[in-house]
Nanobody
């Protein structure tokens, strides 16, 4: 079973950038559809971005496209989320997730394995 470990969060000034990492073990990230989600205080978990297995097609939340970039480094077996122009409303715990089923559409909400999350706090 693939295990995921997020890192890279922290306290950042508004307008800055962060690159979050999701390191996988027990599986290869190129074999899974990988997603990033976030959960802000008082809010439900929301979708941020996903990258498909194999071909690496990308899908973003419409409201965030342009500030967020998901990509993977197969040699490091790691998926990244680049966040630019950070806003206070980006403050949340960010989670990565893996989907095993290769037949689901890229935008399907089902994921099987989740990391523990990494906290992103954006200050003003």
């Amino acid at each position: 079973q693939v295990q995921l470990a997020e890192s890279g969060g922290g306290l950042v000034q508004a307008g800055g950038s962060l690159r979050l990492s999701c390191a996988a073990s027990g599986g290869t990230v190129s074999s899974y559809t990988m997603g990033w989600f976030r959960q802000a205080p008082g809010k439900e978990r929301e979708f941020v971005a996903t990258i498909s297995w194999g071909d690496g097609l990308r899908l973003y939340a419409d409201s965030e496209k342009g500030r967020f970039l998901i990509f993977r480094d197969n040699a490091r077996n790691t998926v990244y989320l680049q966040i630019n122009s950070l806003k206070p409303e980006d403050t949340a715990v960010y989670y990565c997730a893996a989907r095993i089923n290769p037949y689901l559409p890229l935008g399907d909400p089902h994921y099987d394995t989740w990391g523990q999350g990494t906290q992103v706090t954006v200050s003003t």
